[in-house]
């Protein structure tokens, strides 16, 4: 990756950069304006003039006239004043919330039994990089029902399907990407929902999803979850039926289908949030955190090829955090490396050869609790974190030394991009699964951001943000939702997202993803999947979509 600088005056200090990235539009909307009826009478070779038989046309930087850039600069960057910026304005009584359509693609909403604080998308056969609408998506998601009915809690298998495009108008639909297809027009009718449940007696402390390849030619591939409970178990269940009925008309799911494969307590009495599939041991491998700051690995026990049997806990775990161990991300190109962090403040990268069973780094890189990690899949050697404090960061682990010892962590090193935006704790965050330089952040201030390392620190235009203070120029977008625990990006449907967050009944549809599902399989509105408008040059695409909720009144 190429380096880039704060300044032009900054020749000393070493900045770590991401991917760069093209600004200008290429004249694909070049639109010349008439100057001048008398043409001059000299003309310069290199002149930034060109002419016809009939006019003599002004050009700009991309075939346009200076005049017209520069009046679609002053209209792109106008900000209503309406704009509610969470964390930094307050609704008073009678207001509400209502986001502004004209800056998704997609956006629906959804509805369950209980709160459901975590889930997981899963992998799917209908392509890669689909650009189609209406879109399908499955997912997989955990209960949190209320302590005195617990055993109502369940494991929720989804398939989404007929996730139409936000209505837009004439206008702007003259204007999207034309590469963004409907199959069936802009309104693909009402949006789909289909579930099948897995009973619980616990609640889901967090909810993740594997894999794993065809078996033979003849085999479906087999997806398993790994469930962190409150009740201190690891739950494994295998999901492949329930997925399958969803294309098989009048399957019936047996009890014993819904039955976990394994019920792991490797932890004891201490639940924990942390767990992590392997995603280069083919065999199955999971790492799960808990209270005490203990890791164990799970895999799968003797003959359990495929992950399909019986799975086993390893006895001796982990150990080195102070703390509970809050997340886990496992190396996307090393199988046997994997990274913790902790509320001990530390993060720490583990080798599972390792007999000692000890961190071969040791990190100390915040004052108060790490929430969540994630360790991008396309730059290798960076890893993104994100504090109770409110500020996330991005680090260069080549910049991070091996420990020596058993007590040896070092201070914290210099990260490569660090923000405090936010102003209540980081709950989740996740690198864009096929562009390096995007991080989608969820926060206790009721806010999915997305944010562009790439953008450049000296770059006039990426430093105007229109009057709105305290908005950091690799903002690109801002979507309220209440309570937001968790984001992850669809793999296989570029600029979609999915977040979830607390239920609550009377607040505004565009705040929550989870209120009521009936049990059975039926057609409903759904919440929390958004889409954003196919990606522009990065300083276009932040200045259309910094931010979009405005203040309405309810009366």
Not at 276 to 292: M, N, V, Y
């Amino acid at each position: 990756m190429s380096k880039r600088t704060a300044g032009e005056d900054e020749q000393s200090t070493e900045q770590y950069s991401f991917k760069n990235r093209q600004r200008a539009d290429n004249g694909k909307n070049s639109t010349p304006m008439k100057a001048d009826d008398q043409p001059s009478d000299f003309e310069d070779e290199f002149s930034d003039e060109f002419s016809s038989e009939d006019e003599v046309f002004e050009a700009g930087v991309d075939g346009r006239p200076d005049a017209d850039l520069e009046a679609e600069k002053r209209d792109a960057m106008e900000v209503d004043q309406d704009t509610f910026m969470p964390g930094r304005h307050k609704l008073e009584a009678g207001q509400s919330l209502a986001p502004d359509a004209s800056a998704y693609e997609m956006l629906h909403t959804l509805s369950m039994p209980w709160p459901c604080l975590s889930f997981d998308i899963l992998h799917d056969d209908l392509g890669e990089g689909r650009k189609t609408y209406p879109a399908t998506m499955y997912s997989v998601a955990g209960t949190q029902a209320d302590t005195r009915r617990a055993r109502e809690n369940q494991i929720l298998v989804m398939k989404m399907s007929s996730l139409s495009r936000v209505e837009k108008s004439r206008e702007e639909e003259d204007s999207d990407d034309d590469s963004v297809d409907d199959e069936d027009g802009q309104d693909g009718g009402d949006p789909i929902l289909e579930t099948k449940s897995i009973p619980m007696n616990s609640t889901t402390n967090r909810i993740r999803t594997h894999r794993f390849a065809q078996a033979d030619s003849l085999s479906s591939p087999k997806t398993l979850t790994a469930t962190m409970t409150e009740s201190a178990e690891l739950v494994i269940h295998d999901i492949t039926p329930h997925l399958a009925s969803f294309d098989t008309a009048g399957t019936v799911i047996t009890p014993s289908q819904s039955q976990p494969l394994s019920t792991l307590k490797p932890h004891g009495s201490r639940e924990g949030y942390a767990v992590a599939w392997s995603p280069l041991i083919s065999t199955g491998k999971i790492l799960s955190g808990d209270q005490q700051g203990r890791i164990f690995a799970s895999s799968p026990g003797d003959g359990n090829s495929g992950g399909g049997g019986k799975w086993v806990s390893d006895t001796r775990p982990y150990t080195s955090h102070t703390a509970s161990v809050e997340d886990i991300s496992w190396s996307p190109s090393e199988r046997n490396v994997f990274a913790s962090a902790s509320a001990d403040g530390t993060v720490k990268v583990w080798d599972i050869r390792s007999k000692s069973r000890k961190p071969a780094v040791d990190v100390q890189i915040s004052a108060t609790d790490i929430n969540v990690l994630s360790w991008s899949k396309l730059t290798q050697h960076l890893l993104a974190t994100g504090d109770d404090d409110g500020e996330w960061a991005v680090w260069d682990l080549r910049a991070w030394k091996p420990a020596a010892g058993a007590t040896n962590t070092q201070p914290k090193p210099q990260s490569v991009a660090s923000f405090s935006f936010h102003k209540e704790q980081i709950t989740s965050i996740e690198w864009h699964p096929n562009d390096d330089s995007i991080i989608a952040v969820a926060a206790g201030d009721n806010t999915v951001t997305l944010w562009d390392l790439a953008v450049e620190l000296d770059d006039e235009e990426s430093r105007d943000t229109a009057g709105v203070e305290d908005v950091p120029p690799q903002l690109l977008f801002v979507h309220y939702m209440e309570t937001v625990k968790e984001c992850h990006w669809h793999a296989q449907i570029p600029g979609v997202i999915m977040a979830t967050g607390l239920n609550g009944l009377g607040r505004s549809a565009f705040d929550q993803l989870f209120e009521e599902l009936p049990q059975s399989d039926h057609a409903q509105k759904i919440e929390g999947i958004f889409s954003l408008k196919p990606m522009l040059p990065t300083g276009v695409w932040r200045r259309k979509l910094t931010v979009f909720l405005k203040l309405l009144s309810s009366g």
